[in-house]
């Protein structure tokens, strides 16, 4: 017993409740996340669009959630982090049950910018509140654990999600809508302003003067860079996978438990590679984490049943779990307090971005130069990302930046 306690104890050390309600919140409003992994397939099924205006659509809610982290980080450090959350939990809800009754491709568009702005506009803000509760020696097991929470609800959202999806699409909206609520109100009620007192007078600070200070960030610049790419690849999972699996015969169903593997994986992998991770070089991990990432999107091109897909997926959740528990983990590191938000967002534009340009380009590839030559470009750009990591972390170790592992 007292060693069951040592280890739940030196799992949690340096996470304090506060963040535990920002896990629990997560958690929630991820079970819930049934419309963006099924979007695409909405679109071409349920609405019948062509599957290069589908992905053209898909792409708006990347344009969203790229605004939204830099407008999102700009907010987190001039008016907290708390107000930023707030609006992002009850202003999501009214355009995601609007997309979900949307019939013209306009107000489709329209919703679909707009949830992808305001579903990603608290992002930011959770980064910088983590960082704002917890120690360095701790930061990747923070976000680690809180990307599993994210998983954790993603395993099991998939599942449901593919089960309603074959008989009624606009539950899929609703009962989002709904989880989202939920994690607006533990904000409302449970969770205080984390922003550190001393970082109030900086708020004030002339956007461009704060503009100024990324740009003597050339780590931070560079690193941003690179993860753009490795989201695009990443994307591919949400856009073209179901599409491939479709052209093999493969619906909704034996795609939710694709994905669900992958939620899964994370679910049994997270919490010892993350705990492993906290002691590992950060650039290198991440740096082998792209390969793995480019080798399962890679294996893709092999597959024509269940089975393979889900080896696919496999490999590449590996290199998935490894990138995003150590990537704001450094961004983290490298933030100074009074810049944590606009850090965070500038990081998460890179995700943003890449929800834009991956299924464009995805989307754009499969249907002109065919689907092997896609995932064949996965590979290679994995690789080459991959050696780009390794440079940074060069640089850095010469300027000698204080990044942790």
Known sequence: MDANKKGIASLTEGLPPTYWLIWIGTLINRLGGFVIPFLTLY????????????????????????????TGGELTDRFGRRPVMLMSFFITP??????????NLLLISTSTFMVGFFTDLYRPAVGAAIADLVPPDARTRAYGYNYWAINLGAAVAPLLA?????????????????????????????????????????????LSERLEQL????????????????????????????????????GPKQYGLAIALNGLIIILVTIPVSNMASTWPRFETIAIA??????????????????????SVAIWTLGE?????????IIADLSPPNLRGLYQGVFGSAWGLSFFLGPLAGG??????????????????????????????????????????
């Open 290 to 311: 792209t390969v793995l990432l480019g080798l399962g999107f890679g294996f893709t091109a092999l597959a024509s049943t269940l089975p393979l897909y889900m080896i």
């Open 43 to 70: 679109l071409t099924i349920q609405r019948q669009i062509p599957v290069s205006q589908a992905a053209l659509m898909v792409s708006l809610f990347g344009a969203g959630s790229f605004i939204a982290q830099l």
């Open 364 to 405: 754009w590839v499969y249907e002109h130069l065919g689907k092997n030559t896609l995932w064949a470009g996965c590979l290679i750009l994995g690789i080459l990302v991959s050696f780009g990591f390794l440079l940074l972390s060069r640089k850095a170790k010469l300027e000698k930046l204080s990044v942790p592992g």
């Open 94 to 103: 009214i355009f995601m049950v609007t997309l979900g009754f949307a019939e």
């Open 215 to 250: 740009k003597r960030a050339p780590i931070l610049l560079w690193f941003t860079f690179l993860v753009l790419f490795f989201g695009m690849i990443y994307m591919q999972g949400n856009v073209t996978l179901p599409l491939d699996m479709q052209s093999n015969g493969l």
């Open 321 to 329: 779990i490894a990138g995003t528990a150590v990537g704001p983990a």
């Open 162 to 206: 593919g089960l309603i999806a074959e008989y009624n699409y606009l539950t899929l909206f609703i009962a989002d809508a709904l989880t989202t609520i939920v994690f607006g109100f533990i904000v409302l009620f449970g969770i205080r302003e984390t922003r550190p007192p001393e970082t109030h007078q900086s708020s004030n600070t002339p």
